[in-house]
């Protein structure tokens, strides 16, 4: 497995309040990705990241922020926790972004995930 | 919103029976790649295919790209209890981009021994 390390891997938080996941890489890659995954919806793209300092918004992007400040960690922020925002969170890197007819593009390795409850 | 369909969201067979699963999209996709998450897990990278009418196999596995590049299946050949999981395809539309990667609801994967 790629050496991508979550955390917390479990939070329990109350509605309101500041929460932030922290995506640790140790593999080098340029691309880093916050995907939510729910029943029903598959994974879908929070943000991501094409290197340090600079970051793109996603599909579910409202409601959270992130920042790269090195190469191997990308936060996610959630400012104002809200019950919808229950979910799985997965962290995934990847060496190059998907390309449009060219394999060996855009392969995402996946963190372990961190499941957030907001109450 | 989703523009990638994946079906069926269950299915349980028996142990040594065949299993196929479904991705349709509306819009021509670029690529399409598979992912595998165990119970518990996280996505694992299958295979990516690119071309109309790509067929690619992994043991028992076989990956399959529309003609009009709209729809893909994973086909296992005689199911083991290590296939249990649920099974994503992610679609790419346009000329890609990390932001147009869009994934299936899955198809969870029972296997009964």
């Known amino acids: 497995d790629a050496g991508i390390t979550q955390s917390p891997r479990h939070k329990v938080t109350e509605t309101g309040t500041p929460v932030t996941l922290r995506c640790h890489q140790t593999?080098?890659?340029?691309?880093m990705y916050w995907y939510r995954q729910d029943p029903g919806h598959g994974l879908r793209l929070i943000h991501y990241s094409y290197g340090v300092k600079d970051t793109d918004k996603g599909e579910v992007s409202d409601g959270y922020s992130v920042s790269r400040s090195k190469t191997e960690d990308f936060l996610l922020t959630l400012e104002s926790a809200t019950s919808s925002q229950t979910s799985v969170y997965f962290c995934?890197?990847?060496?190059?972004?998907?390309?449009?007819?060219?394999?060996?593009?855009?392969?995402?390795?996946f963190g372990e995930g961190s499941r957030l409850t907001v109450l | 919103g989703q523009q990638v369909m994946q079906i069926p969201q269950y299915q349980h067979v028996q142990e040594g029976e065949d299993f196929t699963t479904y991705c349709n999209s509306s819009t021509t996709l670029s690529n399409i790649q598979w992912y595998k998450q165990r119970p518990g897990g996280h996505p694992v990278f299958l295979i990516q295919?690119?071309?109309?009418?790509e067929v690619k196999k992994q043991k028992r596995l076989t990956f399959q790209f529309g003609e009009a590049k709209k729809n893909s299946s994973l086909h296992i050949t005689a199911t083991q209890t290590t296939d249990v999981g649920t099974y994503f395809c992610a679609g790419l539309t346009g000329a890609g981009g990390a932001n147009n990667l869009f994934f299936g609801t899955g198809t969870r994967l029972t296997v009964i021994p």
């Open positions: 593999e080098n890659h340029r691309y």
């Open positions: 295919l690119v071309k109309s009418g």
């Open positions: 995934a890197i990847s060496e190059s972004i998907p390309v449009s007819g060219r394999s060996g593009t855009g392969e995402l390795f």
